[in-house]
């Protein structure tokens, strides 16, 4: 099986009829994935690869009883967006759009903990994508990835993409990606993915692919080894020479004083028994053994 999303899952596109939104919808429905419909206000009776598009999400909840929404809205705009989608009963939300305000962020983060039974992926991240059975609601470049065995959950898209193409090369597939974000206040993080990569009997082994900057890492390590995991889990951590104070590319890529350095979070995996890979290609000979 697939985690957060399945062949059941029905997905519209906030902001489909940008750039962005039009590429990514040809691109999942060329995948495999049920997009249904869009939402773009004001452009309600349009159509983008044959989708229709609706002037609110609550009409695609109606008309299509769809479940998840991919957000591709401008940052000012991603509050609004998120909150409608919440209202309207979307229990899935994969938020692409970078530069959220953190505020903002905070507030549909608590907002969707109160509501229970949502799940938020993001802000800035590439979504998520399951090649064993075709489906993807997000940015990932498909062809690098191939059916398998291994979930992956990452902070950073890019390092995404370069390891899953050196376990692809290597004949390793994948079961699920997931794209945590890479800003500093997000949905999902390592614990709740490992939590669910636990129950899934399609991923035997997990790549967890941090980054400096918060303790989310630290987290996990420490959920690992007392929960004593039942699956085998290599990690990979980007910045090791990042300067202190200094952001490096993500919001939450950034380290204040001692705390979020690479060291403390590779220090804190291997005193967990988890291997940490050197580099994102060191990732293939630690999931071989």
């Known amino acids: 099986m697939s985690i957060i999303i399945d062949k059941n899952t029905k997905v519209i596109v906030q902001g489909i009829t940008g750039n962005e939104g039009k ?6 429905l060329h995948y495999g994935t049920k997009v249904v419909a869009g939402v773009t206000p004001g452009k309600g009776g349009q159509q983008v690869e044959g989708v229709p598009v ?14 998840a ?13 998120v909150l409608e989608a919440i209202e309207a ?23 969707a ?36 065995h291994i979930g992956i959950a990452s902070r950073s898209g890019t390092l ?18 997931v794209g945590l974000g890479g800003d500093a206040i997000v949905g999902l993080d390592f614990i709740s993915l490992l939590e669910m990569f636990k129950l899934d009997e399609e991923c035997r082994s997990v790549v967890l692919i941090g ?11 420490r959920y690992i080894a ?8 290599v990690a990979y951590i980007a910045g090791r020479s990042a300067p202190p104070g200094k952001r490096m590319g993500h919001a939450g890529a950034i380290i204040m004083g001692n705390a979020g350095t690479a060291r403390s979070k590779i220090d804190a995996f291997t005193g967990a028994g988890v291997p940490v890979a050197e580099t994102p290609g060191d990732v293939v000979k630690l999931v071989h053994r």
Not at 54 to 67: F, L, M, P, Q
Not at 211 to 221: P, S
Not at 226 to 233: A, I, M, R
Request: proline residues 8%.
């Open 113 to 148: 903990k109160k509501k229970g039974n949502i799940t938020i992926l993001g802000p800035n991240c590439p979504g998520i994508i399951s090649p064993p059975h075709r489906l993807k609601v997000g940015i990932m470049p498909d062809r690098i990835f191939r059916p398998g």
């Open 69 to 81: 929404s991919i957000i591709f809205v401008p940052a000012r705009f991603v509050r609004d967006a």
């Open 23 to 28: 590429f990514h919808t040809a691109s999942m």
């Open 160 to 177: 995404t993409y370069e390891i899953a193409w050196h376990l692809t090369q290597s004949g390793l597939g994948q079961s699920t990606c």
């Open 211 to 221: 980054e400096i900057g918060g303790n989310t890492e630290e987290l996990a390590a």
């Open 54 to 67: 609706y002037n609110t999400v609550a009409e695609t909840v109606t008309s299509h009883h769809a479940d």
């Open 226 to 233: 007392e929960t004593n995991y039942p699956k085998p889990v």
């Open 89 to 111: 009963g979307i229990k899935t939300l994969i938020i692409i759009s970078e530069g959220t305000p953190q505020r903002d962020a905070i507030e549909f983060v608590a907002r």
